[in-house]
């Protein structure tokens, strides 16, 4: 396997896990939903309603940071396929190793962003 393999799968695999932690919360969340609709037919000031929906609001979040992670993991993909992966679109140069390490989707360089 080429470095530039190496780099490929990984983007591939890293897009397929957070495909695979935003389909996750997704089903959580729906099964909040459910569950909430059901409690508001009991009682409208039920104590368990409202851990419900603070949990609801937690999980909102996550799977809205899912999407976004998602997003941005098909994004350095598709840079890779297209040879513009790692290099910094603002300044034109490669972005430092260390920096897409740290966080392999990045876009830009560290002084750019
Ligand atoms: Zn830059």
Redesign the pocket.
């Known amino acids: 396997m080429t470095r530039d393999e190496a780099v490929r799968a990984g983007l591939v695999e890293l897009r397929a896990q957070t495909d695979a932690r935003a389909a996750r919360l997704e089903a959580e969340l729906d099964a909040l939903t459910r569950a909430r609709r059901s409690e508001s037919d009991d009682d409208e000031h039920d104590p368990e309603g409202v851990t419900l929906s603070s949990q609801w609001s937690m999980l909102a979040g996550l799977l809205a940071s899912a999407r976004e992670d998602a997003r941005a993991a098909d994004a350095a993909v598709r840079r890779f396929e297209a040879g513009e992966y790692g290099i910094?679109p603002?300044?034109g140069?490669p972005i430092p190793e260390g920096q897409l390490e740290a966080r392999p989707f990045r876009e830009?360089?560290v002084?750019?962003s």
Do not use: L, Q, T
């Open positions: 910094c603002a300044c140069r830009r360089c002084a750019c």
